[in-house]
């Protein structure tokens, strides 16, 4: 019954308000208290502790940039809830993908040497950028694989039970971060309204503190990704996280990610903004997101050792063209963007008008877009969808 409603280990019982205890079904005021506190004894909760001898045993996993792991004063850190907002294509999903991996990494490597929970709302997680990402830190894309538990969340509801399940997975699985991708996503679209709010903020509180508490007694890191909503401040307008007060001060630390000041779809440069972290100083920096994850620069090396036994893609950014292909091509292409998309074989209308909506207009456009970002945008259409409507555009330009 307690498992039920979240309570799953001894653990969040000796940790759960009383008041929340007590509603699940038929068990009661006296009886909930007595069970806390049995819990509470068992795990020696019930003494002060002298200040010398507490555990502040907090560790770092490597974000893959080290501006990034400068700023956040070592990299994400075990035991504390990070927030990361910021725009659509801002990097957190990358940022995400990239710890998933990095924390599988020993622990001289900037990693924990442990395993992740995936709580993905949105459903933008994709196995081939994990592939490439493990394969960038010279990590067995099908291991690190096996060491991801993911979970597609389809309401704000699965989100809280996902949540307490990820509890679980700390204890017998030996997960030590959990990424939920994103918050609010879910919470946004369900209770709409100002009459909503109440509701909302009490799902929300409970989802926090219950990822407080995984987080703190399995020293176990905790990556929330949230939206902005643009606020007017008197004449001027700022992003600002949604969820309130909940989310800003259940969160250790608050980063923010921004593509402002650069062309989000020219460059993959972004800027990062510590915006709230009690023991850090309010710095920011600059960060890249590549095909293998959030780096330093627009180009991550590859390991080439041939005891990998696994396949290196040319990333994303690089260009194999030499400039006189590349101009020729961009001639060409540019007479094709008169051309509809409609022209390319398998897509319609109704398909054409939702990837105007999404920013892809032309048919050099679509040649250029990132499928899986695509195919993650645009709903019903698989990656396998995306990359031939690719080919049918290249075999336009061909012809
Ligand atoms: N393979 C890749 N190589 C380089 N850049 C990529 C690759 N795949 C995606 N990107 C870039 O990453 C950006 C998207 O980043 P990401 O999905 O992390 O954003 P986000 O902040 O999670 O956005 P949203 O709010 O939509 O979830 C896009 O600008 C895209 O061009
Ligand atoms: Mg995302």
Redesign the pocket.
């Given at each position: 019954m307690l498992q039920e409603n979240g309570i799953s280990t001894a653990e969040a019982l000796a940790m759960s308000p009383h008041s929340v205890v007590s509603e699940v079904d038929g068990l009661g005021g006296k009886t909930a208290k007595k069970l806390i506190w049995n819990a509470r004894n068992a795990l020696g909760m019930t003494e002060f502790t002298i200040a010398e001898e507490i555990d502040e045993n907090i560790e770092y996993i490597t974000t893959g940039s080290s501006e990034l792991n400068r700023i956040l004063g070592g990299g994400i850190a075990t035991g504390k809830l990070t927030e990361?907002f910021?725009?659509?294509?801002?990097?957190?999903?990358?940022?995400?993908?990239t710890i998933a991996v990095t924390i599988q990494l020993p622990e001289k490597k900037g990693g924990l040497n442990a395993t992740v929970a995936y709580i993905d709302s949105?459903n933008?997680f994709?196995k081939e950028?994990i592939k490439?990402i493990a394969k960038r830190f010279g990590l067995d894309p099908k291991k690190v694989l096996s060491k991801i538990h993911h979970a597609r969340i389809y309401s704000s509801d699965h989100q809280q039970q996902m949540i307490a399940k990820a509890e679980t997975l700390c204890k017998t699985r030996g997960v030590r971060l959990i990424v939920v991708?994103?918050l609010m996503?879910l919470l946004r679209n369900e209770y709409v309204g100002i009459g909503m709010l109440a509701r909302r903020q009490n799902v929300l509180n409970n989802m926090i503190h219950a990822l407080s508490r995984t987080a703190e007694t399995y020293n176990c890191a905790v990556l929330l990704?949230n939206?902005v909503a643009t606020k007017m401040v008197g004449m001027f307008s700022a992003d600002d996280a949604i969820g309130g007060n909940i989310v800003a001060h259940g969160c250790h630390f608050r980063m923010m990610?921004k593509?402002k000041g650069f062309s989000?779809?020219n460059s993959?440069k972004r800027r990062a903004i510590i915006v709230d972290a009690p023991d850090l100083p309010p710095e920011e920096c600059e960060f890249f997101?590549?095909?293998?994850g959030i780096a330093d620069s627009?180009q991550v090396e590859m390991p080439k050792s041939r005891e990998m036994n696994f396949q290196i893609e040319t990333?994303?950014?690089e260009s194999n063209v030499n400039q006189e292909e590349e101009d020729e091509s961009n001639i060409e292409t540019e007479e094709l963007d008169d051309r509809d998309l409609t022209s390319v074989k398998g897509i319609g209308k109704g398909t054409a008008e939702n990837l105007i909506n999404y920013g892809i207009s032309s048919i050099s456009q679509l040649i250029e877009?990132?499928p899986?970002?695509v195919a993650?945008?645009i709903s019903g259409v698989s990656l396998k969808k995306v990359q031939e409507w690719q080919e049918n555009a290249r075999a336009i330009l061909q012809t």
């Open positions: 990361i910021g725009p659509f294509k801002s990097g957190k999903t990358n940022l995400a993908h949105e933008t994709a950028k490439r991708d994103s996503a990704t939206q990610f593509t989000s779809n993959l997101i590549t095909s293998a627009d990333l994303y950014e877009s990132n899986e970002d993650s945008k």
